[in-house]
Nanobody, 128 residues
Framework: EVQLVESGGGLVQAGGSLRLSCAASGFTFDDRTAIGWFRQAPGKDREGLACFTNSDHMTYYATTIKGRFTVSSDNAKNTVYLQMNSLKPEDTAVYYC????????????????????WGQGTQVTVSS
């Protein structure tokens, strides 16, 4: 069974940093692996943040967070990370990772997914 578990969230002051982890089980990272990071703030739609493709270790970022968030991976641990810097109160949300993502580029870059079995996520709260 494919399962992704997010961790690393917490409470941080504005301007601070956090690193989230996405540990995958039930499959091994290969050239078909794509991991997406998403978040959902209270009362708002789910927002795509980044799409990591293991075939070329490329990451595509949503325009809204580009430059502040960075994705990395450790294939030996089947884990993908989301390093978040210069956090703002508006980054407060539940953060999720999913094993499917794609990008759409128009005037902005959007991260999307067709995956519909979301996990618990990890809560990130940024205080002002």
């Amino acid at each position: 069974e494919v399962q992704l578990v997010e961790s690393g969230g917490g409470l941080v002051q504005a301007g601070g940093s956090l690193r989230l982890s996405c540990a995958a089980s039930g499959f091994t990272f290969d050239d078909r692996t794509a991991i997406g990071w998403f978040r959902q703030a209270p009362g708002k739609d789910r927002e795509g943040l980044a799409c990591f493709t293991n075939s070329d270790h490329m990451t595509y970022y949503a325009t809204t967070i580009k430059g502040r968030f960075t994705v990395s991976s450790d294939n030996a641990k089947n884990t993908v990370y989301l390093q978040m810097n210069s956090l703002k109160p508006e980054d407060t949300a539940v953060y999720y990772c999913v094993p499917n993502c794609r990008i759409e580029v128009d005037r902005t870059t959007r991260i999307l997914t067709r995956y519909n079995s979301w996990g618990q996520g990890t809560q990130v709260t940024v205080s002002s």
